[in-house]
T-cell receptor
Framework: GAGVSQSPRYKVAKRGQDVALRCDPI?????LFWYQQALGQGPEFLTY????????KSGLPSDRFFAERPEGSVSTLKIQRTQQEDSAVYLC?????????????FGQGTRLTVV | GENVEQHPSTLSVQEGDSAVIKCTYS??????FPWYKQELGKGPQLIIDIRSNVGEKKDQRIAVTLNKTAKHFSLHITETQPEDSAVYFCAASEWNNNDMRFGAGTRLTVKP
């Protein structure tokens, strides 16, 4: 496709369950970002990949959050032992430029609800 | 770290009027200021951005101004149309910094 694709669009998880969220960036884009967006708030940075290297994970809220991009294209954000405060929209963005968040294109997001 | 504040949180205007959204930032090292439009159920879409080496940038009905001394920047939409209705986010970061900080958003409603 032409844009950033995320799946699933919606995910309901029981508290304590593990979840995996997928991001397909625009083909050829070097940079990939994950953001968390709580209801009524702006996106908050979670982590950044340049190709397959995770160069910045300073925004991950706890060690229950893990992200990977093993082949430098598709990325997965995994949340272990989900808690209610993890409920949010998780946004993925990609950019053709390395090391910079300019010209980032966002996906539609995955809305995670933990019950 | 950077802290971005945005206001108003909601803004309602009549079609054809202008809309102005303002943001302030705290980190004097920030030099890149994008604005995003987010429609319901969609991801944010970049609509305009400005770097710190200019004070104003315009693209058709949309303009952004930057005051580095006061650390604030504003989005101006003229001749508003109903399809401009959305949530608008400002953001700030250093040009080569991965961590871009967003404001809390402004819900703009344009009444026909």
């Amino acid at each position: 496709g032409a844009g950033v694709s995320q799946s699933p669009r919606y995910k309901v998880a029981k508290r304590g369950q593990d979840v995996a969220l997928r991001c397909d960036p625009i083909s050829g884009h070097v940079s990939l970002f994950w953001y968390q967006q709580a209801l009524g708030q702006g996106p908050e940075f979670l982590t950044y990949f340049q190709n397959e290297a995770q160069l910045d994970k300073s925004g991950l809220p706890s060690d229950r959050f893990f992200a990977e991009r093993p082949e430098g294209s598709v990325s997965t954000l995994k949340i272990q032992r989900t808690q209610q405060e993890d409920s949010a929209v998780y946004l993925c963005a990609s950019s053709p430029m390395p090391g910079k968040n300019t010209e980032a294109f966002f996906g539609q997001g995955t809305r995670l609800t933990v019950v | 770290g950077e802290n971005v504040e945005q206001h108003p949180s909601t803004l309602s205007v009549q079609e054809g009027d202008s809309a102005v959204i303002k943001c302030t930032y705290s980190d004097s090292a920030s030099n890149y200021f994008p604005w995003y439009k987010q429609e319901l159920g969609k991801g944010p879409q970049l609509i305009i951005d400005i770097r710190s080496n200019v004070g104003e940038k315009k693209d058709q009905r949309i303009a952004v101004t930057l005051n580095k001394t006061a650390k604030h920047f504003s989005l101006h939409i003229t001749e508003t149309q109903p399809e401009d209705s959305a949530v608008y986010f400002c953001a700030a970061s250093e040009w080569n910094n991965n961590d871009m900080r967003f404001g809390a958003g402004t819900r703009l409603t344009v009444k026909p």
